[in-house]
């Protein structure tokens, strides 16, 4: 166990915690909903403090002064964790979107009489998060994968006495396993052809059991990005579980596990150019269907679902570009939308969640009135689905641009085509975020009350803060983009 | 900081500092909010005249900040004599407008966010004419979109506004979409997002790909311009929205079409590469120049007639252009200025009229001429004016236009565009006589409607009386931005 245990630590805080939570939730049966979640609040916000000396370290290791920082044993059966700077990056994302969610909850789960779990399965989402990006062989990132499955699992269906919930989580759980008992498949084949689990490993290269086991991998990972065709968890899981969790779901979760894919196809030796043409291919997929099918759907959190999948699709657009071309500014805009993307959808899910609190509204057509009765709610609705479909200055609006403009970079047919897709599917995706913005502002009906509700100070402090963290980020989003770099 | 920075950075700032305040007001201004935004719009228009003397001294004010160095992207303000036209209508426009409201907008406790949207909708226009590099246009682009769109949205006329909210966003926005790939395309060519660079040339395109930039622009840009066919949304969020912001839109928003055309296309390529689009350009003006007369001789509504003639006038405009002559540009330049006069002038009357009757189909108006003598008068001259009536200005622009028409080889579309300038004077005596000649319809009575809208219209018809009378300055400034054109060939 050496190295520099800062890289450890943070997860291990994050893990720790959430057993601690979860002893005082039992042990100390006094312990209201608010006082858990300023706790767990205080966990995510001290596990992004001890984050802080890695990021210098790994800014030294860019600049080439020594190599990145690593802490643990390549023995077998040991744990090598790594912090390369898009683990750094997302696993900071995490903790911060955690924080946030944490914070909000402590309003938003003000009539859950359950809460003494939901935060220890927070923390253990989080948790199994951080140690997927960190880890460096495939058998601990399986074991990760696993933890922050089955916490995500619990938590999509935390609201039992709802049978959609049960429903969703039911479906989730067994999509999620099967996903899950693939990528297994694969890592077995994979240790057949070369012995060992450590990347990098060059397993592309060699026999048929290598490509197996990559291909099996990616389908396993894949399922869980919420990659089409295999998202059809996904609108359910979003649309069902609470909103904290769906946030952190689409804001982090899916969109971080398509990073490691990335991490894990590129260590077994799968050609850079060949990974960017299938990013590339499929998100045509999730762009045209995500947006296609959100254009139909009455429920507000299923179609913000199916966004989601329309904006992975445009996150793996520009990765893809950028992997296929050798173009780094392509990935950094790549990582920039998801950076950006998580900060809208985060924002879309915790203000639906209050208006869903206070005036119990789940279609589209209920968000009626909303700017009477909950004004900061539909203003940072508003921002926060103008900034999705892209308006200037918003931040969506910015990250649309570096991905449009490196495209234009990588001059190639196949590119235009894609242009072409990705512009049109914007406009698509204006026939589902304009009505919403719409029926928001829409005045309720003169003999219907319209009861102005004073938000929970822990929800209006969080969607404050996102919601000007979208529009500082539209408009410099200069010091974001260095940092994405 | 000298004072030309200061003077363009007011242009900006005023407004934006006004709807700030507004915005933070809240409710508890709304006495003063009209005040507010009016004085802005004072001191924008002064400064837009207090940068006159550097430009006739040969100099371009600017302003430069860096914003994203990391993809070589700044925010650069910068006026040149292309710029002038369009900044002057526009922050006149925004003060008529703001003035026509305070008579028009009923105080409520919205009346400070209603007042600065106006305001941004006008830092949208200004913002666009002002702006010097590409990323920095689209976003005052489409602000101009957003605040218009919010503004119809919340306080447009008719259940119908949600819908015709929707429709004008996605129409004008998937041409913004076809600009944006244009200024992509750009941004490419030369690495940076300034126009100083793509102006400095030492770059190209291949020839494949200048021909599709340049029909995304020509077809985005007609967008705005509400060319037919591309005309759709126009009609619809014309008649929806509150009528100040109408008179924006009609009278200072759609030449921000023109005004794109001219940025881009004209004065960064030369006339051999846009000459392939000239004839297509002088079509699609003179079919939108007959079908909106057209269609304004058949509407029954107002203000959807004089929606229609902004389709038509729009026509003459691009008709204008298309000749890639001396004269045509300088006509298209000075229509935009005229029309703007012209337009918010016949608007103001509609809305007028519409206060005072609360009718608005034009058959079930008529002879009002003896009970509204003073809207009567400005009506007329409004009227003679679009027709196109010497010495009112549009009269100086459709020649200039016709004259660079019949320089072309095209002798006979300038023909037709010349004839087809009748079924203006047609439509336009329609409105006249419909409305206030003949017998006043059974049941038709008048209130009286607040002396500010009277006020602004009559000083409305003033000034198009004097831009008739003295078209001099105006003429200069148009043939200033010349040089800047087509590869200075004009």
């Known amino acids: ?485 | 900081m000298t004072l030309d920075t200061l003077l363009l950075e007011v242009v900006l700032g005023a407004p934006l500092l006004a709807a700030l305040i507004l915005v933070l007001l809240r409710g508890r201004g709304t006495r003063f909010a009209g005040w507010i935004a009016g004085g802005s719009a004072v001191v924008t228009l002064g400064a837009v005249f207090g940068l006159l003397p550097t430009l006739y001294g040969g100099g371009e004010p600017a302003v430069a900040f860096s914003w994203i160095p990391a993809v070589n992207i700044q925010l650069r303000l910068h006026v040149d004599w292309l710029t002038l036209p369009f900044l002057v209508t526009e922050a006149a426009v925004t003060l008529a407008a703001v003035l026509y409201s305070w008579g028009y907008h009923k105080a409520d406790e919205r009346s400070g966010y209603f007042y600065a949207l106006l305001l941004l909708f006008a830092v949208g226009m200004s913002g666009t004419t002002l702006a010097d590099d590409l990323f920095l246009f689209y976003i005052f682009w489409e602000l101009m979109l957003i605040a218009s769109c919010v503004l119809i949205l919340v306080w447009g006329e008719g259940a119908r506004r949600g819908a015709v909210a929707l429709k004008y966003f996605i129409f004008t926005h998937l041409g913004s979409l076809m600009v944006l790939v244009g200024l992509l395309v750009l941004y490419n060519a030369t690495g940076s997002d300034s126009l100083v660079a793509l102006r400095a040339g030492g770059w190209e395109l291949a020839p494949g790909l200048l021909t599709t930039v340049l029909t995304l622009f020509f077809i985005g840009f007609s967008v705005k311009m509400a060319i037919f066919p591309v005309h759709l949304w126009l009609p619809d969020a014309h008649t929806v929205a509150p009528m100040p912001v109408t008179i924006m839109l009609a009278a200072a928003m759609l030449s921000m079409g023109a005004y794109g055309i001219l940025r881009f296309p004209f004065s960064l390529f030369t006339a051999e590469q846009i000459a392939p689009f000239a004839l297509p350009l002088m079509l699609a003006g003179l079919i939108s120049e007959v079908y909106g007369a057209l269609m304004a001789l058949a509407e029954k509504d107002i203000k959807r007639i004089i929606a229609y003639s902004s389709v038509s006038q729009m026509g003459y405009i691009l008709f204008g252009l298309g000749t890639l002559n001396r004269a045509g540009i300088e006509g298209a330049t000075l229509h935009v200025i005229y029309h703007a006069i012209v337009k918010a002038l016949l608007f103001m009357v509609a809305g007028i009229v519409i206060r005072a009757t609360g009718r608005r189909n034009i058959d079930e108006l008529g002879g009002l001429g003896r009970a509204m003598p003073w809207v009567t008068a400005c009506a007329v001259i409004g009227g003679l004016g679009i027709a196109g009536m010497p010495p009112l200005g549009i009269f100086n622009s459709e020649w200039m236009i016709f004259s660079g028409g019949f320089e072309t080889t095209h002798i006979a579309l300038s023909a037709l565009t010349l004839f087809a300038s009748l079924l203006t004077v047609v439509y336009a005596l329609r409105f006249l006589g419909g409305i206030f000649l003949g017998e006043r319809p059974a049941g038709l009575t008048t209130s009286p409607v607040s002396k500010i809208l009277v006020a602004t219209t009559v000083a409305l018809t003033v000034l198009l009386i004097i831009e008739g009378l003295f078209p001099a300055a105006i003429f200069d400034w148009a043939e200033h931005e010349l040089p800047l054109l087509l590869g200075g060939g004009l």
């Open chain 1, 1 to 485: 166990m050496t190295g520099n245990v800062w890289v450890v630590l943070p997860l291990a805080w994050v893990g720790g915690g959430a057993f601690l939570l979860g002893l005082i939730g039992r042990l100390w049966r006094r312990a209201r909903n608010p006082i858990l979640a300023a706790l767990t609040a205080l966990i995510f916000g001290g596990g992004l403090l001890l984050q802080l000396p890695v990021f210098a370290e790994v800014n030294g290791a860019l600049l080439g002064n020594g190599g990145l920082p690593r802490w643990g044993t390549a023995a077998p059966g040991g744990i090598v964790l790594e912090a390369t700077p898009s683990a750094l990056l997302l696993s900071t994302l995490a903790l911060g979107m955690g924080l946030c969610a944490a914070l909000y909850s402590g309003g938003y789960m003000a009539r859950d009489p359950r809460y003494p779990v939901y935060y220890p399965l927070l923390l253990l989402m989080v948790a199994g998060l951080q140690g997927m990006l960190l880890t460096t062989d495939l058998f601990n990132l399986y074991l990760f994968c696993e933890l922050m499955s089955v916490a995500a699992y619990a938590l999509v269906a935390f609201r039992r006495h709802t049978d959609t919930a049960i429903e969703a989580g039911f479906k989730y759980l067994i999509l999620g396993s099967v996903g899950t008992l693939v990528m297994l498949f694969g890592i077995a084949c994979i240790y057949r052809e070369m012995g060992e689990l450590a990347l990098p490993l060059a397993a592309f290269a060699h026999g048929i059991w290598g490509r197996v086991g990559t291909a099996s991998i990616l389908v396993g990972l894949g399922l869980k990005s919420g990659i089409v065709p295999l998202h059809t968890w996904l609108p359910d899981a979003y649309g069902r579980a609470p909103s904290s969790v769906s946030a952190l779901l689409a804001s982090v979760v899916s969109k971080s596990t398509l990073i490691v894919l990335l991490q894990v196809c590129l260590g077994l030796g799968m050609p850079a150019s060949d990974l960017g043409l299938l990013l590339i291919l499929f998100a045509f997929l999730n762009m045209t269907l995500g947006n296609g099918l959100a254009l139909v759907q009455e429920n507000t959190k299923r179609l913000l679902a199916y966004s989601s999948i329309a904006q992975t699709g445009y996150i793996m657009f520009s990765l893809g570009v950028g992997l296929r071309y050798g173009l780094p500014g392509a990935l950094q805009a790549g990582m920039f939308l998801l950076l950006t993307h998580a900060v809208m959808k985060a924002t879309a899910f915790f203000s639906k969640g209050v208006c869903h609190f206070y005036c119990d509204t789940s279609t589209v057509a209920e968000l009626r009135g909303t700017a009477q009765q909950l004004p900061l709610a539909a203003l940072t609705f508003s921002l926060a689905v103008a900034g999705l479909a892209g308006v200037p200055p918003l931040a969506g609006f910015v990250s649309k641009w570096f991905i449009l403009a490196e495209g234009v970079r990588a001059a190639d047919a196949l590119i235009y085509v894609g242009m072409a897709i990705f512009l049109l599917n914007s406009l698509l995706a204006l026939g589902y975020y304009l009505p919403l913005i719409v029926r928001v502002f829409q005045p309720l009906d003169k003999e219907d009350t319209a009861p102005r509700f004073a938000l929970s100070p822990w929800m209006a402090g969080v969607l404050l803060l996102l919601g000007a963290l979208i529009i500082a980020i539209g408009l410099s989003p200069g010091p974001w983009l260095a940092w994405v770099g």
